[in-house]
């Protein structure tokens, strides 16, 4: 059973404060995606990671995948009352196509 | 035009009941999910399908059936409801491992068994 262990559970940060959320795991996934929910929709694919070590940036945001591809990060620069939200890992295995989740990290950014 | 759809998008009912779930996709993916998720547990995968007629069991299978005799539509129901069941539950859509393994969810319906 592959595993993502998400971290922090929950972030409470002033607007314009940089944060990370980690992504972890003990297993290699074949790619990682990233995904952000808010109150009453589903998840929506924010990037997906395939390559060990590759970097992808999405304005402000900036996703990494561990070079063993055992482990992802998302860093947000300068937050955003607009980058509330639950975010969420999300790994696949080799041949694949189902998703093994991580709990989620809820993110709140305070004006 | 509509993607990825769900309904009810709440629903209340008693402990016993038979309840169904509806999930249509506009996009003719062939691969769909059905996920609760709780509190404390994140998203849980309940069952899948490859294809119209090809179904198969998640993580979290048990109380819950599922059938796939159209493409666009993935009905998933709780034959005897039980207060466990009290969730809110994502559908999915994904083309599938050769377009990568995106997957689109719906709205979400919230169920409440009592």
């Known amino acids: 059973t592959q595993l993502l262990e998400q971290s922090p559970q929950f972030l409470s940060i002033q607007e314009g404060e940089n944060l990370t959320v980690y992504c972890n795991s003990s297993?290699?996934?074949?790619?990682l995606q990233w995904y952000r929910q808010e109150p009453g929709e589903g998840p929506v694919l924010l990037v997906t990671?395939?390559?060990?070590?590759e970097v992808k940036k999405l304005k402000r945001l900036t996703f990494q995948f561990g070079d063993a591809r055992k482990d992802s990060s998302l860093h947000i620069t300068a937050a955003q009352p607009g980058d509330t939200g639950l975010y969420l890992c999300?790994?696949?295995?080799?041949?694949?196509?189902?998703?093994?989740f991580g709990k989620g990290t809820k993110l709140s950014v305070i004006p | 035009d509509a993607g990825i759809t769900q309904s009810p998008r709440y629903k209340i009912t008693e402990t016993g009941r038979q309840v169904t779930l509806m999930c249509h996709q506009t996009w003719s993916h062939s691969y769909m999910f059905w996920y609760r998720q709780d509190l404390g547990h994140g998203l849980r995968l309940i069952y899948y399908?490859?294809?119209?007629?090809?179904?198969d069991k998640g993580e979290v299978p048990d109380g819950y059936v599922v059938s796939r005799s159209k493409t666009e539509n993935f009905p998933l129901t709780l034959e005897s409801a039980t207060r466990s069941q009290t969730s809110v539950y994502f559908c999915?859509?994904?083309?599938?491992?050769?377009?990568?393994?995106?997957?689109?969810f719906g709205p979400g319906t919230r169920l409440t068994v009592l």
């Open positions: 990671v395939v390559t060990g070590g």
């Open positions: 999915a859509s994904s083309v599938g491992r050769q377009g990568g393994n995106e997957q689109f």
């Open positions: 297993s290699v996934f074949s790619s």
């Open positions: 999300a790994g696949s295995g080799a041949g694949s196509y189902q998703l093994t």
């Open positions: 399908s490859a294809a119209a007629d090809i179904t």
